[in-house]
């Protein structure tokens, strides 16, 4: 399974060099079988060891190679650090830097043609989950809109916003309805992202058509994270 930590706007250099560490050290001494995921920001990207299926990987980019587009990071920037795997589409990028999703797409689109592991983050807000399940995926198949879902380095990553940060996780009955209707139409591997925590992994992994998960918030230290991923190689499916 993907077991996957997003920094967001956290972490130094330093304190991120000490994290991925402890991370490696536990997965290498556990021979964890989790894919571990570490979406550090810009800042901290650097040349880390090779370990077993942990990558470091970046929270965003501009869809360039490179040029001028002052203050924006392109790809040549994280080539130079082997950046295998990005995350596109995540809710905050949605509505708090304003991403269109033609914009999203040419991220998409642009991270495809590099061959990278893409994470695609998807979610509906809160005044959409309260119209129910059909109103809900109609939304979230809007987020599909200019991405191909065919493309093999695909994960795709399903964050309600309004569990993203605040605590409450959606149930597992929603988790389950929403992943299996995703599962309908789309073959990449499904992860549930918002509010996941050392108390529930658990159960969130053994919604059959959950393959992962993204976490924020209870990621931030390094001892919860590790126990989420000793968790995750307990859950057998
Ligand atoms: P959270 O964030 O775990 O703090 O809810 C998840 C995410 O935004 O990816």
Redesign the pocket.
């Known amino acids: 399974m993907i077991i996957a930590s997003?920094f967001k706007t956290n972490y130094t250099r330093g304190s991120a060099k000490a994290f991925i560490k402890e991370i490696q050290t536990f997965v290498s001494h556990t021979k964890s079988e989790q894919n571990v995921r570490i979406f550090a920001p810009f800042t901290a990207l650097d040349r880390f060891d090779e370990i077993q299926n942990i990558k470091v990987g970046a929270q965003n980019f501009y869809p360039i190679q490179s040029g001028s587009y002052t203050g924006e990071i392109g790809f040549e920037q994280l080539e130079e650090f082997g950046i295998d795997t990005v995350l596109i589409g995540?809710s905050e990028r949605r509505h708090i830097l304003k991403e269109s999703q033609s914009f999203i797409a040419a991220k998409y689109d642009f991270a495809k043609a590099r061959e990278v592991e893409i994470v695609y983050c998807i979610g509906e807000p809160q005044e959409i989950r309260m119209q129910g399940i059909d109103a809900i995926m109609s939304y979230l198949w809007e987020q599909f809109e200019g991405i191909d879902i065919h493309y093999d380095r695909l994960v795709i990553a399903y964050?309600p916003v309004w569990?993203?940060?605040t605590g409450l996780s959606a149930s597992l009955e929603d988790i389950e309805e929403v992943l299996t209707r995703l599962q309908e139409k789309l073959s990449a591997p499904l992860l549930y992202?918002?509010?996941?925590k050392v108390e529930n992994i658990e159960s969130i992994l053994n919604v059959k058509a959950c393959e992962g998960v993204?976490?924020?918030?209870?990621s931030w230290n390094e001892k919860a994270f590790c126990e989420m991923i000793r968790i995750a190689d307990t859950v057998k499916k």
């Open positions: 997003n995540h964050e569990a993203i940060g992202g918002g509010s996941v993204l976490v924020g918030t209870a």
